[in-house]
């Protein structure tokens, strides 16, 4: 890592790097205990940048009634907050959020992100049709925030493996939030070849060495709260963010 | 209040509902307690909707590099930490803030706020020069987090209020946020004649009464994050906001 510091921001796309596991988790430790982020403060910054990705490749106006109907499947771990501050902000936009959350976790951030979705009237689905042509017509558009990295399907199991299966499935637009769910974060791998092939990728703080293999049409990184110090020392060579945007399409 | 719910959000402006002192902190309760929105969560979407709202009316392409030197004056209570956020914001979006935060709090939020603007090298004044015009030779402009509704300068005392006395000769522009300080919250008075008299107002959350009194250029309100309901509730009849947008202008 010494290596990459003090290395130049700006530089050809064949050089940017992807973040490995061990590297991910010394940028969240550095945040956090380093620079004193707080967990809902990230999680909050995360979920609206995520919101407003949607918003780019989505844009309201352009869409109908129906296609505005976003259905947002939340796992239990963290990038399943992420996925419940997307809905608020995804609501607070005028989009139509519903939420698919089957394991709730009790972490106290968790539950109070609940709370606002269901304080906002943002629906709730108990269950997910298992038929997925009811899921196709009913959504636009649906984001995958089920599974992180480091995340195994197998330890989630239950409603949430049983989503991911629907989700591959389907015929709309899908958005995964950081890497799709059940991918490996380094290889890929993991899911088979046929795991989720997202159409949108938004990487959380900054993209994880997975997202090399992203093959859908737009990826975006939203890492704008990434201060400078962080970047060069990840050696994070991304495109520059615009004006006063959060995310940047790579 | 209760005569209030149910009311039409678009609304002439000569019908803009600014609230009471009692209204304002029972809008805050709601926020807190029934929708379990977190402190850390409301200060960061404050703040970073502050410096937005910075960007809207001083565009960094317009600004030689000394106008992009701002000057964040925060105190001690929420505001201040607002203003913490504000200047980190601003650094992101490519300003150059320096902060002057002479009564800092005890606060494990200032604290961690602190911290992540100190580890982004964003200069701190160990005092605010009492020449006026140093000060309006060094800054592009000042943004005002000093005092919000509900604060005393006499409570604060000491170092804010001699940075308020500066503040009030300055000739470059000034940014209020919530409320200029020192003004009363509901009648705008309480610091006479001679108080803050910003180019720019941010109301957070919700314009409070005094800003019907504010005659600077431009008012905007950072409050997409209140629910629908609660503006219902609260008779904010306010501007829409548009696309993503975090702030409108009144």
């Not at 995520?50 to 771990?77: D, H, I, N, W």
């Not at 989720?196 to 090399?212: I, M, N, R, T």
């Amino acid at each position: 890592m010494s290596s990459a510091a003090g290395r130049d921001l700006a530089e050809a796309p064949e050089e940017r790097h992807f973040l490995s596991t061990e590297e991910a988790a010394a940028l969240e430790r550095e945040l956090l205990e380093d620079y004193r982020f707080g967990r809902q403060q990230l999680v909050e910054l995360c979920g609206h940048a995520s919101a407003v990705a949607v918003t780019k490749v989505f844009p309201l106006p352009t869409l109908s009634r129906k296609q505005r109907t976003v259905l947002v499947v939340c796992g239990p771990e963290q990038n399943g907050a992420v996925g419940l501050v997307c809905a608020r902000h995804l609501r607070v936009f005028e989009y139509e959020p519903t939420i698919f959350y089957p394991t709730r976790s009790l972490d106290p951030l968790h539950q109070d992100l609940t709370t606002q979705c269901e304080k906002m009237d943002i629906p709730f689905l108990s269950y997910l049709p298992t038929e997925v042509q009811l899921v196709n017509d009913a959504y636009g558009l649906v984001v995958d925030a089920v599974l992180g990295p480091g995340v195994e399907p197998c330890e989630v199991g239950g409603p949430c493996t049983r989503a991911l299966a629907t989700l591959k499935l389907l015929s709309i637009p899908l958005v995964s939030l950081d890497i799709p769910s059940g991918w490996d974060a380094e290889t890929g791998g993991g899911d088979g070849e046929d795991g989720l092939q997202p159409d949108v990728l938004v990487s959380l703080a900054a993209p994880k060495l997975c997202a090399g293999r992203f093959s859908g049409r737009h990826h975006f990184v939203a890492g704008r709260f990434v201060p400078d110090d962080v970047r060069r020392k990840f050696a994070l060579r991304l495109p520059g963010y615009m004006g006063t945007d959060c995310v940047a399409a790579l």
